[in-house]
């Protein structure tokens, strides 16, 4: 059982950036980040495999950068020029052999 600890939410006005932390409790293969918007579904933002090859949503191309420590089993999320559509709660996800593990999930709010 993996379990996923996640920090970094927050308030930040329009252009601002955030960085989000995720810290898995076990070894992981892929990690990443989806976001949910009030009234739509859950999105991915970004993904990163265990060799650091990257997927990013385009609507975050150039603003967002994941990253990770394997040696801590942990990924980032570097999120600079805020927009207010970037708003939503960001959920970290890991994948460990065949299972998905969710966080619980940090609240990112943007102002314009």
């Known amino acids: 059982q993996v379990q996923l600890v996640e920090s970094g939410g927050g308030f930040v006005q329009a252009g601002g950036s955030l960085r989000l932390s995720c810290a898995a409790s076990?070894?992981?293969?892929?990690m990443g980040w989806y976001r949910q918007a009030p009234g739509k579904q859950r999105e991915l933002v970004a993904r990163?495999?265990?060799?650091?090859?990257?997927i990013y949503a385009d609507s975050v191309l150039g603003r967002f950068t994941i990253s990770r420590d394997n040696a801590k089993n942990t990924a980032y999320l570097q999120m600079n020029s805020l927009k207010r559509e970037d708003t939503g709660v960001y959920y970290c996800?890991?994948?460990?052999?065949?299972?998905?593990?969710w966080g619980q999930g940090t609240q990112v709010t943007v102002s314009s």
């Open positions: 996800y890991a994948r460990a052999g065949l299972l998905d593990y």
């Open positions: 076990g070894s992981i293969f892929t």
């Open positions: 990163i495999a265990s060799s650091g090859s990257t």
